[in-house]
């Protein structure tokens, strides 16, 4: 039981933080740059890290000093995740330029 709510839970982050942003991102992503790519991501290990806390917390009735070092724990892991990530999809696409298409 406790699986599957942490599954629902960080399935149901991204969907949450879509909505939060999705007047400030188009649908097909055309207008994305890196520093909204990265506000989505800090937004959603924010937010996941938080509700999966929240959750083993709520069944494992863990201290709350307890729950607080492991969101801390989960927000460096993946902030480093995140920094890790980004740095290596940058780059390759900082070296990328598009084909020029023929006119006419």
């Not at 942490?6 to 399935?11: D, K, Q, R, Y």
């Not at 729950?67 to 989960?74: L, S, T």
């Not at 290596?88 to 330029?97: A, G, K």
Request: aromatic content about 10%; glycine content about 4%.
């Amino acid at each position: 039981m406790l699986a599957t709510q942490v599954a629902l839970t960080s399935g149901a982050a991204p969907l949450l933080i879509y909505r939060a942003f999705r007047k400030q991102t188009w649908l097909d992503l055309s207008d994305l740059t890196w520093q909204r790519l990265f506000q989505l991501s800090l937004a959603f290990v924010v937010l996941s890290g938080v509700l999966c806390a929240g959750i083993i917390f709520l069944f494992l009735c863990l201290p709350e000093s307890e729950v607080r070092n492991k969101i801390d724990h989960a927000f460096c892991r993946d902030i480093l995740i995140i920094f890790g990530s980004l740095s290596e999809l940058r780059m390759p696409l900082m070296s990328f330029t598009p084909p020029k298409s023929p006119v006419g």
